[in-house]
């Protein structure tokens, strides 16, 4: 309304490179602005910040008075500056802050056609006076590659379906907003689409199926909103997937078979939902997978062997999903480990001694399980976990090793009490049972020296002695086999 009283910005000046030539050979005099796109400009930031005598001291955006918070490009020919960046967030130095009430409005943003990246933090932060996203704010006319609207808490309502009209946009994160309602079915017309967060919102409904047609997708978080129902098989399509976030929402059923095609996946995080049993077998197909997070499920299965075929997981958390089953012995041969979290299940049987072989773990969580049997883990293991070996909450389970803190967690074993001098066991306390294919210690392995108390009948295993215990059963099935 009164252009003289809007804001004036100081400007940083940016250049493509690949384009354009140092701004000192040209003349200044030949470069400006298109008086529209200049005015466009002072409008939007005039509805935005705070600050209405930034004008008087910047007069010429562009060139002469650099703010961190714009980028305008040169265009060749016509020798004009474009502004193809706006940034407006509390970190950017010597930022105003925004308005209480700042308003970004259609009519000025549409001055700035050559806007590829627009994005605000903190802005809109009154939860009392809310803005929200007006669907005339997106058209087919757009350049926009990168909409970043993040912490804005007094930004509410729906995501317009007319978001679909931005055919250029590469990255939509609307992360920690106070959005609601269902994720607009157009969003698949985001052929170009390469990060979709709508993280830290209300968004409730279902994953619209349409997300299967978003084939650019590399990063998919949807985290921390109210999203209910299955996961969508069309998720299987997104070939370019590395990350995918689910966590935190209300998501039921099992998770598509489909999935298993994400052969890029890195992160697969579906904690904290209602996601049932089993999972599909075809999850083995992701061969990339290192950080696999689903705690908090209803699964109620055993361990799922495909995990077994997941060499590059680095992280495996699967607190809370009702795993009932022993703890698989091909845990011990994935290397990568670093932390491996399996509380809060129903594991029973004994614990892999393998386990203490991978070179990468630094946290083992197998609290409140109902394992049993001695836990023989080495020194430098017990050592270099720390407090991060967690073994409470297991009441068969006793210790071998002189490790003040795990004898803090469990108690010692008998031949433990004993000064490992008897050589006999309570054989229910200790849970030492017949041998259990899934556990025996592949005789290739080291085998410790020390021999605390074990039993070794005819067709009784103990850990400890495996390698004879495995020759005696051998040289026994060698009987019956010739007899
Ligand atoms: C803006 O400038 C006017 C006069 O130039 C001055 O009176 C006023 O205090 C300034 N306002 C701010 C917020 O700096
Ligand atoms: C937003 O700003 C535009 C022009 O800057 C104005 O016409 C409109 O009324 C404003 N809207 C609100 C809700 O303040
Ligand atoms: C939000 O806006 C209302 C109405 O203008 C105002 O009373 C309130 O103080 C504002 N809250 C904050 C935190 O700025
Ligand atoms: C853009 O949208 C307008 C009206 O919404 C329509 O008339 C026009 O054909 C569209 N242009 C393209 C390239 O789709
Ligand atoms: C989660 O979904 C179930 C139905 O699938 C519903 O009964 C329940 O109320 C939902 N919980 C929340 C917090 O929305
Ligand atoms: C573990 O639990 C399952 C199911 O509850 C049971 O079938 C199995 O015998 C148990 N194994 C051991 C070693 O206790
Ligand atoms: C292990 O899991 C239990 C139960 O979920 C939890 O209370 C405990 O803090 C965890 N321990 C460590 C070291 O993280
Ligand atoms: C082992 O024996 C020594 C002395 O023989 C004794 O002091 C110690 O308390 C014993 N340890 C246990 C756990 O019984
Ligand atoms: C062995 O364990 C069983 C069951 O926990 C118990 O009843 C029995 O008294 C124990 N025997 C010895 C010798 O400790």
Redesign the pocket.
Known sequence: MFPHQLLLLSLLLFFSLTKTMPIKTISKATMGMDPEELEGLYEVMGGLLDDPNWSDLHPDPCTDTPWPGIQCELDQPSLLLHVTRLHIAPDVAGSPPCKPHPNLSTKSLSKLPFLKTLSLFQCFTNTTTRASLSPSLFTNSSVLEQLVLNSNTGLVGEVPSSISEVKTLRVLSLSQNGLYGEIPREIGGLKRLEQLDLSYNSFNGEIPSEIGLMESLTILDLSFNGLQGMVPDSIGLLGSLQKIDLSSNNLSGRLPPQMGKLDGLVLLDVSHNSIEGPLPETLSGLKDLQYFLMEDNPVNTGLPLFLGELKELTVLSLSSCGFTSQIPWFIGSMKRLSALTLDKNGLNGSIPINIEGLPQLNQLNLSQNRLTGEISFNTEFVRRLGKRLDVRGNNGLCFTNNEVLVLEQVP?CLD????KSSNTHNMSTLGVGPPDPVKLRPSSDNVKGETSGCCCGALWVCQKKSVVCAWVLFIGLLFLVIF
Not at 416 to 419: P, S, T
């Open positions: 010692a433990a009490n004993d000064n």
